[in-house]
Each structure stands twice: as structure tokens, then as C-alpha cells.
């Protein structure tokens, strides 16, 4: 008889299925809780986003590296420039590109 179920094959069900279940309740729970601190982290960086001085650092951000590109780029044809690049990458802002550039620039 195939369709019966014995005492034995039922109590070994019982045992896995709830640990089976218990399995799945905790990654249930996991993965809600990480979900709920990813919203949250997302939740936080959008309204940070939303402050008026934090939009202004990002465009002032944005725009000094624009010109910075700009910079670097001319740097091998206009000494001033490579001068300026020079100073401000002796504070230690400028990055390693300029100083590869003025020497690849010199003979």
C-alpha cells in the first residue's frame, strides 16, 4: 500500500518538516530585516540628497572636478597650468595623472 503513511514515515515527517520550517522562518526573517535596513539606508541618503546645502556641495563638488579634467588636460601644452597643478598637488589634492603627464610633456 502505497498511499498509507506508517507511524514511522510520519514522525520523521513531523521532525523535518519542522525543522524544515524553522529553516525558513529565520531566512524569512533575514531577509526581511536586511530588506528593512536597505529601505532605511535608502530612505536616509534621498533625504540627505533632499537638503539643500548637501545638493549644493554635490554641484560645487561636480564642478570643481570638471575643471580639474579641464586642467589636466591642458597641463601638457600651458606651463601656468602645469604650475598650478603643481601647487595644488603639493597640498595633496591634485592625482597622479598631471605628474605623468608634465613628465611625459618634458624632454
Known amino acids: ?14 521532525r523535518c518538516g519542522s ?4 529553516i525558513s522562518v529565520i531566512a524569512n526573517l533575514y531577509a526581511v530585516l536586511r530588506y528593512r535596513e ?3 539606508d535608502r530612505v536616509q541618503a534621498e533625504l540627505r540628497l ?14 570643481f572636478e570638471n575643471v580639474l579634467r579641464e586642467f589636466i588636460s591642458r597641463a601638457p601644452t600651458n606651463p601656468q597650468i602645469a604650475e598650478i597643478l603643481r601647487r595644488y ?15 611625459g610633456s618634458k624632454p
Not at 19 to 22: F, I, K, P, T
Not at 89 to 103: D, K, L, R, W, Y
Request: glycine share 6%.
Open 1 to 14: 500500500m502505497a498511499g498509507t503513511i506508517t507511524e514511522k514515515n510520519f514522525q520523521m515527517a513531523v
Open 19 to 22: 525543522v524544515l520550517l524553522a
Open 50 to 63: 533632499r537638503d539643500p546645502r548637501v545638493q549644493q556641495l554635490v554641484l560645487q563638488e561636480q564642478a
Open 38 to 40: 536597505i529601505y532605511r
Open 89 to 103: 598637488q603639493a597640498i595633496g589634492g591634485a592625482p597622479s595623472v598631471v605628474t605623468n603627464q608634465e613628465q
